[in-house]
């Protein structure tokens, strides 16, 4: 079964400081992919990055960037130089890439608050 | 180019009513999928299509159903509604499966009384 595990509720973070969010995820298939997404309180799920299973390379955005350790099925996201607008709920999501099924499977979220 | 447009963003419905709620994807993206967003069972996924073709569904009962038109917009429509409804309901927009970006809609916040 697919799985994936936030396993921090919470978290406080000063600002202009880097903070790690921790994922980490269950799956059987070889081939899936793995994205961040941010949550402010309006509610849109907004994209932040993606790692493909067979990336070799670890996904950078700006200033998010993506600790992938395959053989510990971890994909954490380090947020670096916090801002107060990185105060939102954060989700990670696994996907498979099959033509059967391509559905997000979500973990239960962090929520992260920056201090200023 | 415009977002995944989602409407209405509110609704307040009554026990027993039907509700019909739209999202239009990104120009281009055939892949739309649903879910519904609760404090206590978090995302779950309702369901998935693509060319106007339903490719998988989640675990809802029947009361919950959608379609996609050809030109890819998705309406997912809930009968008999019942006070558990009550989530904001999301869909998500990819080009096509397997795609290494998927974009959400702001969401739908169904309320149900």
């Known amino acids: 079964a697919q799985k994936i595990t936030q396993t921090q509720p919470g978290m406080f973070v000063q600002e202009k400081e880097a903070v790690t969010l921790d994922c980490t995820y269950d799956?059987?298939?070889?081939?899936?992919?793995l994205f961040w997404y941010k949550q402010p309180s309006s509610g849109e799920m907004i994209f932040l990055i993606y790692?493909?299973?067979?990336?070799?390379q670890n996904a950078t955005e700006g200033r998010y960037s993506l600790n992938f350790q395959k053989a510990r099925k971890s994909a954490n996201l380090v947020i670096s130089a916090s801002q107060l607008g990185d105060s939102a709920m954060y989700f990670c999501?696994?996907?498979?890439?099959?033509?059967?099924?391509?559905?997000?499977?979500f973990g239960t979220g962090t929520s992260l608050t920056v201090i200023p | 180019k415009a977002g995944v447009t989602q409407t209405p963003r509110y609704l307040i419905k009554t026990r027993g009513q039907q509700v019909t709620l739209s999202c239009s994807p990104i120009s281009g993206h055939r892949s739309v999928s649903w879910y519904q967003q609760t404090p206590g069972q978090g995302l779950q996924f309702l369901f998935e299509?693509?060319?106007?073709?339903?490719?998988n569904k989640g675990n809802f009962p029947g009361r919950f159903s959608g379609r996609q038109f050809s030109n890819s917009r998705s309406e997912m429509n809930v009968s008999t509604l019942e006070l558990g409804d009550s989530a904001l309901y999301l869909c998500?927009?990819?080009?096509?499966?397997?795609?290494?970006?998927?974009?959400f809609g702001q969401g739908t916040r169904l309320t149900v009384v």
């Open positions: 998500a927009s990819s080009f096509r499966q397997g795609s290494t970006e998927a974009f």
């Open positions: 790692q493909g299973s067979y990336d070799q």
């Open positions: 799956t059987s298939d070889p081939s899936y992919g």
């Open positions: 299509y693509f060319s106007e073709t339903q490719r």
């Open positions: 999501a696994m996907r498979h890439d099959t033509y059967t099924g391509n559905q997000f499977y």
